[in-house]
């Protein structure tokens, strides 16, 4: 037996990205086109099946031209089935009533939702395989939802069983207060799939020995997130399997740290450490003097032009006082330029600078000094 299956999860479809106001169109945008992406290396693979593994959605109250837009591209897949478990997010329950029956309403013949703790037989949909489902019922579960697999045993020999599940797995996971229905390795070992595709970590990991695959998000989603959106295509062969990741993400966000250097040239210098193309939050420290920091003024502004996001923090960016400073700034003479001159005379730019800092602050507040 052989089957292809594509997996992925989290995609959080509906995601507002408020902060990124300049780009927020094409950033809620990108989440449907990483989607499309996925639907396309499936067909392009010949998948049998694509899996969602939780957080088709980001709130069980998207609109409904979210749900619509998303069975359109799920119904683009021509494989045999389509399984959508609800995770975290997009949970089963009351409060996602009106979520889950609008996306009913609205997808093909080929998509099977995975709403309920129960075993889901693919013979329906010419697949040999079964799905052991741990759909999600709240956004925070103490407690993970596999119990019910316990002495699961397939109707037939040569079925591929496969659990689908949502929610943190330890060394994998950061939920050190257990709230996203924790799973640990050694449980999932000993329950009955013989390979277990798990959505909500971000990031993919494939872990051959406990046969587990988190196919991770399609698309990243913020600072927090530095790699590319990634599915997982697996290819099962009888007792074995092999997984190649697939590259799916349009946007790649860079959380950078520079401590710069005033005696080399500021676009230089940016260059070699901000990556093209990327939404970049930038932190920069060291100490500059006025023309260095010119040069750097012109040098975020060249890359505000022609990067998608840029944020700078200069806060921990230090401005170094130089006589020139000081014989521009202070009348030749006065109490200002004597002290401030002098700490440079003694190679003590940090006291200058501080020295500096107190003065201004001292005219700024109506003193004479």
Not at 232 to 249: H, K, L, M, N
Not at 269 to 286: I, N
Not at 355 to 365: G, I, K, M, P, R
């Amino acid at each position: 037996m052989s089957l292809r299956v594509m997996a992925t999860a989290d995609v959080h479809l509906g995601m507002k990205f408020a902060s990124y106001r300049s780009v927020q169109t094409e950033l809620i945008d990108a989440r449907f086109e990483a989607l499309h992406e996925v639907v396309q290396a499936a067909n392009e693979r010949a998948c049998n099946l694509l899996v969602v593994a939780g957080d088709l959605f980001h709130r069980v109250g998207v609109a409904s031209a979210v749900i619509l837009r998303a069975a359109e591209i799920l119904r683009e897949f021509n494989g045999d089935a389509v399984a959508v478990l609800p995770g975290n997010h997009d949970y089963v329950s009351s409060d996602g009533d009106r979520l889950w029956h609008a996306f009913r309403e609205t997808i093909g013949d080929h998509t099977l939702l995975l709403d309920s703790a129960v075993p889901y037989d693919l013979r329906l949909f010419d697949i040999n395989a079964i799905l052991l489902a741990a759909p999600c019922d709240s956004v925070h579960g103490h407690d993970h939802r596999l119990g019910w697999m316990e002495g699961y045993a397939p109707p037939e020999e040569g079925l591929a069983v496969i659990g689908v599940a949502h929610g943190s797995i330890d060394g994998l996971t950061l939920d050190a207060e257990g709230r996203y229905f924790p799973m640990s390795r050694r449980l999932l070992a000993s329950l009955p799939p013989a390979l277990w595709i798990i959505g909500h970590t971000h990031r993919q990991h494939d872990l051959p020995q406990a046969r587990l695959v988190v196919p991770g998000t399609p698309e990243p989603d913020g600072f927090d997130f530095p790699h590319a959106g990634q599915a997982a295509f697996i290819q099962i062969d009888g007792d074995e399997y092999s997984v190649e990741p697939v590259v799916t993400g349009r946007n790649r966000f860079a959380d950078i740290s520079v401590d710069l250097d005033r005696g080399e040239e500021m676009t230089a210098q940016l260059a070699r450490v901000v990556p093209a193309d990327a939404l970049v939050r930038l932190t920069l420290s060291g100490a500059l003097d006025g023309a260095s920091l010119q040069d750097l003024h012109a040098a975020l502004d060249d890359l505000q032009s022609r990067l998608p996001y840029l944020r700078a923090d200069e806060t921990n960016l230090r401005r170094l006082v130089t006589q020139a400073d000081v014989d521009a700034d202070y009348a030749t003479g006065s109490y200002a330029h004597r002290l401030v001159s002098a700490l440079l005379k003694d190679d003590d730019a940090e006291a200058a600078a501080a020295a500096v800092e107190l003065l201004s602050a001292a005219q700024f507040n109506g003193s004479d000094a």
